[in-house]
């Protein structure tokens, strides 16, 4: 798939912003006044931050009101109504903190939910998939809902839960990259199947379908090498798990440390989520003679 700039800043940053809203939304930290008001703004520009990246990906943006109408089918129209209606809760939330120090636990709970609910439907928008067989898995939202914790985590200060949820987060990615390898061959999709002519004897594609590329090779198909993937894989497992867990193991924590800790784990994602889509490879592709 096309490791699209706009794709990658939404699923790293939005993932962060909600992960953040869950642990204010949980009371961890409970923060009043302007402390409250600096955590809020820090999520807020996440989760709508990366909300907004996500439309410029669309082909026309304009249209975008019309997806909520599509909430029985849409993985993506149940995103943006959980979404919103998660942002407005921890809103009045965050109100009751900033300027009557005050926590309505009901709120945040609620919102906490919405929060974690909102990242779980964007990882369904990808889970769902059969056409993509490495993000057909349940790795694919355990981990959404496990990078967004962890980095919410590392956000609001809580070491002792964000030392876990790094180590588990890690661990579980090497797992996802070990199975999500082979499952494109283990889904049994050839082009026999996708021709439906393997009935009658060998299927292989006789020239290429056009000579320019077109939509369809532009937007699924994305070929990574081997060496390149292998370093990026060492360099996102670097960033993003194995530095800040070192930083946060060795260093007296403070300000410096935590921003430290925040910006490695950030880069580590950023180029998880490059790989998550430069990685997957979409059926279509054997259309192509891609595999």
């Given at each position: 798939m096309h490791p699209a700039p706009s794709v990658i800043i939404f699923t790293t940053f939005s993932g962060l912003g909600f992960g953040l809203l869950f642990w204010l939304g949980i009371g961890m930290p409970a923060p009043t006044g302007w402390l409250a008001f600096v955590y809020f703004v820090l999520a807020y520009l996440g989760a709508v931050g990366g909300l907004l990246a996500s439309t410029f990906h669309l082909g026309h943006p304009e249209r975008a009101l019309k997806a909520f109408s599509q909430w029985k089918t849409s993985w993506l129209s149940r995103e943006g109504i959980c979404a919103v209606a998660t942002l407005l809760i921890m809103a009045l939330y965050?109100?009751?903190?900033?300027?009557?120090?005050?926590?309505?636990?009901?709120?945040?709970?609620?919102?906490?939910?919405?929060?974690l609910l909102t990242v779980f439907t964007t990882s369904m928008i990808y889970a769902q998939l059969k056409t993509v067989p490495r993000w057909k898995h349940w790795t694919t939202p355990a981990l959404f809902l496990l990078l967004s914790l962890a980095g919410?985590?590392?956000?609001?200060?809580?070491?002792?839960?964000?030392?876990?949820?790094?180590?588990?987060?890690?661990?579980?990615?090497?797992?996802?990259?070990?199975?999500?390898?082979?499952?494109f061959l283990a889904s049994g999709t050839t082009?026999?199947?996708a021709t439906g002519l393997g009935d009658i004897g060998e299927v292989r594609a006789f020239?290429?379908?056009?000579?320019?590329?077109?939509?369809?090779?532009?937007?699924?198909?994305?070929?990574?090498?081997?060496?390149?993937?292998?370093?990026?894989?060492?360099?996102?497992?670097?960033?993003?798990?194995?530095?800040p867990v070192l930083v946060l193991l060795l260093l007296t924590f403070n300000l410096v440390v935590a921003v430290i800790a925040v910006l490695s784990h950030v880069a580590g994602v950023l180029t998880l989520r490059w790989l998550f889509f430069a990685q997957a490879e979409h059926v279509v592709g054997l259309y192509y003679g891609k595999r």
């Open positions: 965050g109100a009751g903190l900033v300027f009557f120090g005050t926590a309505i636990k009901p709120l945040g709970w609620l919102g906490a939910i919405g929060a919410g985590a590392l956000l609001s200060g809580n070491v002792g839960i964000a030392l876990p949820l790094l180590v588990l987060a890690g661990a579980l990615q090497a797992v996802a990259w070990v199975h999500g390898d082979g499952r082009m026999k199947s020239e290429p379908p056009h000579t320019g590329t077109n939509y369809l090779m532009r937007e699924f198909i994305h070929e990574v090498g081997r060496k390149h993937a292998l370093q990026l894989r060492i360099i996102a497992l670097g960033l993003g798990f194995v530095l």
